[in-house]
């Protein structure tokens, strides 16, 4: 038995001689500790109230798997949903895959006056990749109204009446991670960094190639698309993001092999490095932006988002003096972007939207989140934890 409560007015006791006003009881039967289970019980207690429903299941014992279940709302009998699971052995398309124990295909049925009447569905199918089984399309039944009759085609269910095509894996990358996917036609590409485990940037309605877009937070050695040289002594004067800084004093930045046809965003951020004066440079095929909306003369001991539209241009390159540089991207301008960094072995250190509002991301000793930052160091959130010892502020 399973017990959630919420908002309970009151602390039970063993033997429930107070009850809270809400909680949630879930209740699972199982016929023997190596069967999955057969009934679902779910129980809502609210305002003296109380609303059940039950999930049944029906199970291939020779193969310990779930073949159908049925949900009644004990509330609404004529509420009656009937879900029906079908495994690779059961898919012609899918069965060198009959290894995989997990369902690859549903259907939903509602039952009316004793009909069941087909009103959704899903489909994911599996492919073989580095020895390992993935899935790369995901589709979903799309009925017009429900159907009675419905004939599933278990040769291959994509041709089946009504189903669509919603979501497809177009790449890999070399941990078997998705890297270019397609959802509802849109394109959204994914890089990834700490020996390609991590995704450090969602590019969404990516089009084009890698050579369109460029990011870096500086946080590795993975340069992102930019060409510049790492500093051998990281600076960490109150990041941006993450926990390091680009100094740009000697240190330019170039972006190259862009497409003249296209039209790009670049955007960074950028503060004083200490006392000196700052004097940034923003050229593009080689000569000085004049126009960019920003002067050296902005750029203080707080950072300030510079963000310039490029059309026509072949290459990118930042320079200057006195000038800290962070959270540093490009991409055409259809597109948007969303950025991440981690502590390795501990959890996110920062995310950053295409707003380029970041939130960084701190941890304790134990490794648990103690406070969430913003670009310039302010607290946003700071979480507490108490074990024994009373805490103290």
Same mark, same amino acid.
Request: aromatic content about 14%; cysteine-free; glycine content about 6%.
């Given at each position: ?72 709302? @004990?509330? =609404?009998?004529?509420? $009656? ?6 495994? *690779?052995? /059961?898919? !012609?398309? #899918? ?107 969602? @590019?969404? =309605?990516?089009?084009? $190639? ?6 870096? *937070?500086? /946080?590795? !050695?993975? #340069? ?113 972007? $969303? ?55």
């Amino acid at each position: 038995m399973k017990l959630n409560r919420e908002r309970a007015e009151v602390q039970p006791g063993q033997q429930w001689l107070f009850k809270p006003a809400e909680y949630n009881l879930f209740k699972y039967g199982y016929l023997s500790a190596l069967l999955s289970k057969y009934k679902e019980t779910s129980k809502l207690y609210k305002n003296g109230l109380t609303r059940e429903s039950n999930i049944y299941f029906s199970i291939d014992s020779l193969n310990n798997q779930i073949t159908k279940s049925v949900y009644k709302d @004990i509330n =609404n009998p004529s509420n $009656t949903m009937i879900r029906y699971y079908f495994y *690779s052995d /059961e898919i !012609n398309s #899918q069965s060198a895959f009959f290894t995989y124990k997990n369902p690859l295909l549903f259907i939903d049925k509602k039952v009316y006056n004793g009909v069941e009447y087909t009103i959704n569905g899903g489909y994911f199918p599996l492919i073989s990749l580095n020895g390992r089984l993935l899935h790369n399309k995901a589709y979903r039944l799309d009925l017009a109204q429900p159907v009675s009759n419905y004939t599933l085609n278990l040769n291959q269910p994509e041709l089946s009446q009504g189903f669509k095509l919603t979501n497809e894996v177009l790449n890999f990358n070399s941990k078997n991670y998705p890297e270019l996917i397609k959802d509802n036609g849109i394109q959204t590409k994914i890089f990834y960094d700490y020996s390609d485990l991590k995704p450090t940037a969602y @590019i969404r =309605n990516f089009t084009g $190639t890698n050579s369109d877009f460029a990011y870096t *937070s500086f /946080e590795t !050695n993975n #340069q992102g698309g930019w060409n510049y040289t790492a500093l051998s002594r990281p600076i960490r004067i109150t990041p941006f993001t993450g926990s390091i800084v680009h100094r740009l004093s000697g240190n330019p930045l170039t972006k190259n092999n862009l497409n003249q046809s296209r039209t790009y965003v670049l955007t960074f951020a950028v503060k004083k490095d200490g006392n000196a004066i700052p004097n940034l440079v923003v050229k593009k095929n080689g000569s000085i932006i004049s126009d960019s909306g920003i002067s050296n003369s902005d750029i203080g001991e707080k950072w300030i988002i510079y963000q310039y539209r490029l059309s026509s241009s072949s290459s990118v390159q930042i320079e200057g003096d006195g000038v800290l540089i962070d959270e540093l991207r490009i991409l055409p301008i259809e597109s948007s972007i $969303t950025t991440y960094g981690y502590f390795p072995f501990i959890g996110l250190s920062y995310e950053n939207p295409n707003s380029m509002i970041p939130v960084n991301y701190f941890y304790n000793g134990q490794r648990r989140l103690s406070m969430i930052l913003n670009q310039n160091g302010e607290r946003l959130k700071q979480y507490f934890y108490q074990y024994k010892a009373p805490i103290s502020f």
